[in-house]
């Protein structure tokens, strides 16, 4: 049995509370009402949280589908937005090791994702690209870099992709490093990794998510034509986690690796004493 439709009533509502919680730093124990239980309700909550931000989009996350749920939701990965009070350009020195402080919601959800960032090279108005021809030509430029997965939401990600799209993708920063030159040859042979506290996490092949980063930046595309949003020039897209979604907490100090390109070391604090 499918779950019944939200009203717009609730639709505002959780939009409400998600984005209040964010901005006042309130925790929440469980999951504040409905389950969104198809794709667009879950962008249509999401869309009251970006309405109810003063803040400016830069760009957006990518995040997966788990592949079991796939055919249910007839997508394998979904959106959200990426706000420019929590983007972070960091300097040659923080791209080359020097360590750096990045906020989060202290017992909330909090997860670190190496990911590539992708830079568009012009404004994308919906309905004007075809992706299936292709999307490399659309690409500025590629950088290291990582996402920070925060949320007020202690547990999140349990509830599921419409859940993590309501709560606008259960994203709280996007940091982005070293450019990686000559990017189509060299994320074919450079691996990336992550360690926690001095402990290697995981490493994987820098372009191994699924079907390659552009797949990704193709559906953050055509994810947002359909939601009738353009894409200025400039606009980033963190294309999805390389090694993983790495949960971790509050103190935690991390380093992730783009080969010999780039190194990001980096401490995890409360985004209240910031």
């Known amino acids: 049995m499918s779950a019944p439709s939200m009203t717009n009533e609730q639709i ?17 124990d469980t999951f504040p009402g409905p389950i969104p239980s198809t794709l667009e309700e879950a962008y249509t909550v999401q869309n009251g949280s970006i309405d109810a931000s003063s803040d400016a989009i830069v760009g957006w996350k990518v995040g997966m589908v788990p592949p079991e749920l796939r055919a249910q939701y007839g997508e394998e990965r979904i959106l959200g937005p990426v706000f420019k009070n929590i983007y972070v350009d960091l300097n040659e020195q923080q791209a080359s090791g020097e360590e750096f402080k990045l906020p989060v919601y202290a017992g909330g959800f909090i997860a670190i994702e190496a990911e ?39 547990d999140l990600n349990s509830y599921g992709p419409t ?12 940091i982005k490093g070293a450019v990686i030159e000559n990017w189509q040859d060299k994320i074919s042979n450079m691996n990336t990794s992550v360690s926690i506290n001095d402990e290697l996490v995981n490493e994987a092949p820098t372009d191994g998510i699924l079907n390659g980063p552009m797949a990704a930046f193709a559906f953050m595309i055509d994810c947002c034509a359909k939601r009738g949003i353009t894409l200025p020039a400039g606009s980033l897209c963190s294309s999805g986690a390389i090694t993983g979604v790495h949960e971790t907490l ?4 991390s380093t992730v690796k783009f080969g010999d390109m780039c190194t990001m070391n980096f401490e995890l604090v409360d985004n209240k004493s910031l």
């Open 12 to 28: 505002s509502q959780l939009a409400n509370i998600l984005s209040t919680a964010r901005k006042d730093n309130k925790i929440l």
């Open 116 to 154: 590539l960032v992708i830079e568009t090279n012009q404004d994308i108005l919906p309905g004007t690209i075809n992706t299936a021809e292709g999307v490399e030509h659309l690409v500025k430029n590629v950088y290291a870099g990582i996402e920070i997965a925060s949320s007020p939401v202690i």
């Open 163 to 174: 859940a993590i799209i309501a709560d606008i993708g259960n994203q709280y920063g996007l």
């Open 250 to 253: 509050v103190g935690a100090k």
